[in-house]
């Protein structure tokens, strides 16, 4: 039996990207079975990453719910229900947008509803970011007020930081 990540995050941090390169399915999946609630909600896939393997699930759920504004409905309890049987997940950012009020709540709600979870906060994005002039240590600065420790630096489109990524994941897994 897998271990169980799932990634959790606002809108447009780059959870689907992510998904799809820790799958190495590459194109774009649509949702457009609104019939079946599951299949739209949540994708899950066997992620691989060097020689780690574990199943990984994409919470478009809790995107859903978050569109109208708060974290809060059946989508979200969805999620919350997905969460409650996964071991860790990955909490995703997105470096270039800065910390916005919906990656606070999205912290607030996982906190309330992943008690027992490992949770690692990975901050996506980051490619354009610049360790010699500081805008990369700023922005992990930033992440941190979240509150989940030092964000892993990715970029989900270039796969930089993939390897930190599975340094963060290894001993948990
Ligand atoms: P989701 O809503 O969290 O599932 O986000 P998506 O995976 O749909 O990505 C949202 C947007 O961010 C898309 O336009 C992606 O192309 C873009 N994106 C995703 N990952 C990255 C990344 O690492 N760097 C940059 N610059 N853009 C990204
Ligand atoms: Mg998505």
Not at 19 to 37: C, G, K, S, W
Not at 63 to 83: F, P
Request: charged letters at 20%; a neutral charge.
């Amino acid at each position: 039996l897998l271990p169980t990540v799932i990634i959790v995050g606002r809108p447009n941090v780059g959870k689907s990207a992510l998904f799809n390169r820790l799958i190495q399915r590459r194109e774009a999946l649509v949702y457009n079975t609104p019939a079946d609630h599951v299949t739209r909600d949540i994708r899950d896939g066997i992620a691989k990453l060097g020689d780690l393997r574990f199943q990984v699930l994409d919470s478009a759920g809790l995107e859903a719910a978050a569109t109208s504004g708060s974290i809060l409905g059946r989508t979200a309890d969805m999620t919350a229900n997905v969460l409650s049987r996964s071991q860790f997940a990955i909490f995703l950012i997105a470096a270039r947008d800065g910390l916005q009020s919906m990656d606070l709540q999205v912290g607030k709600w996982l906190r309330k509803h992943a008690p027992g979870i490992k949770i690692v906060l990975v901050m996506n994005k980051s490619e354009s970011l610049d360790e010699s002039d500081g805008s990369l240590a700023a922005a992990a600065g930033e992440a941190c007020r979240l509150g989940f420790g030092d964000p892993i630096a990715i970029s989900a489109e270039t796969g930089l930081g993939m390897s930190e990524l599975y340094g963060a994941l290894k001993p948990l897994l």
